[in-house]
């Protein structure tokens, strides 16, 4: 008797355990329609999950010239932010970079990625430099840190892109992962540069909020089936 309730139990805790950590349908694919306050500059980022890391593309820019930019040499960086900006806030309320490792401002060398803050995606694959004639080349990487899940403390989720001229944030938009809804929004997408992204900022570390906020989702989640089931 007591062996066959202790049994049930396992068994009912296993599934349990099971319901608990069966994942959301995968993470795959993700965007980030990049833009300034009056739409004078545009970007369109793509992040897949491939074998080795993340495939990122970037097409469609739009504004961003060899005029425009403070350092013709340089052109634009650009780089993964922390937040995303919310309805209001625009370029700067997406906080620093994306830098789980707190790897910090210093250069990135990228033969080194050790170096380089995982959200310093221009510091690891070039900067956006515009030809010329004011054509781009099309940008295509396969970047080996950035991830959907991974490292917990500071996944790719939940973040925001943004492009500056010499510094300065000029635009930035909402990263967007099918199948992840960024904790208290509610099921919203969040928004893309509607709002000013014109004031220059200084540079921080970011280290992951959502991430402590997903945590708890999950944990509340995990919580709310032991309820469910008691
Ligand atoms: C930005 O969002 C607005 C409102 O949702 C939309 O109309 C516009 O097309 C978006 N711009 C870009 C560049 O995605
Ligand atoms: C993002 O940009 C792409 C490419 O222009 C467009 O097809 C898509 O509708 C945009 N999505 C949002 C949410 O603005
Ligand atoms: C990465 O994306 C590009 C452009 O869409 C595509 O041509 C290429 O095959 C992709 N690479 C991998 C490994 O999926
Ligand atoms: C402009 O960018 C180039 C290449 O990154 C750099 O070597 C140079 O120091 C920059 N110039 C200024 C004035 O910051
Ligand atoms: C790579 O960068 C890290 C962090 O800046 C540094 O500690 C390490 O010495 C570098 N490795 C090489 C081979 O340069
Ligand atoms: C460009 O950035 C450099 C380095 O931060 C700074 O010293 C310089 O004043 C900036 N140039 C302009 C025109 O803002
Ligand atoms: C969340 O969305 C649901 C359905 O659209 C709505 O009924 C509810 O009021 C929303 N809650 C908040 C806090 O916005
Ligand atoms: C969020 O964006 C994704 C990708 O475009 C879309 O599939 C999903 O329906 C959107 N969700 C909401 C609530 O707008
Ligand atoms: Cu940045």
């Known amino acids: 008797m007591l ?31 990049v833009s300034s306050l009056n739409g ?18 970037l097409t469609g820019l739009k504004g961003l010239t060899i005029n425009a930019a403070v350092n013709k040499t340089a052109g634009y960086e650009y780089h993964v932010h922390v937040t995303p900006m919310g309805p209001k ?11 789980p490792f707190n790897v910090g401002p210093a250069p990135c060398n990228p033969k080194n990625l050790t170096s380089c803050q995982t959200g310093d995606l221009s510091g690891k694959h070039g900067n956006i430099v515009p030809t010329e004639d ?36 000029i635009a930035c938009g909402d990263l967007i992962v099918e199948g992840y809804t960024v904790p208290g929004t509610n099921g919203t997408n969040g928004t893309n540069g509607t709002t000013d992204g014109t004031k220059p900022a200084a540079e921080g570390t970011g280290k992951s909020s959502a991430a402590k906020l997903v945590g708890s989702a999950a944990l509340t989640g995990v919580v709310a089936l032991f309820m469910m089931a008691l």
């Open 3 to 33: 062996f066959k309730s202790a049994a049930a139990l396992l068994t009912f805790a296993g599934l349990v355990a099971a319901q608990g950590a069966a994942p959301a349908a995968e993470l795959k694919h993700g965007f980030a329609n």
């Open 40 to 57: 004078d500059y545009l970007a369109y980022f793509t992040f897949d999950k491939v074998e080795g890391g993340m495939n990122i593309t």
């Open 89 to 99: 806030y625009g370029c700067m309320a997406t906080g620093g970079h994306l830098d």
């Open 134 to 169: 004011g054509t781009f080349p099309a940008i295509q990487y396969i970047d080996t840190q950035l991830s959907f899940t991974e490292p917990a403390n500071g996944p790719m989720v939940g973040r925001s892109v943004v492009i500056h001229n010499n510094g300065t944030r």
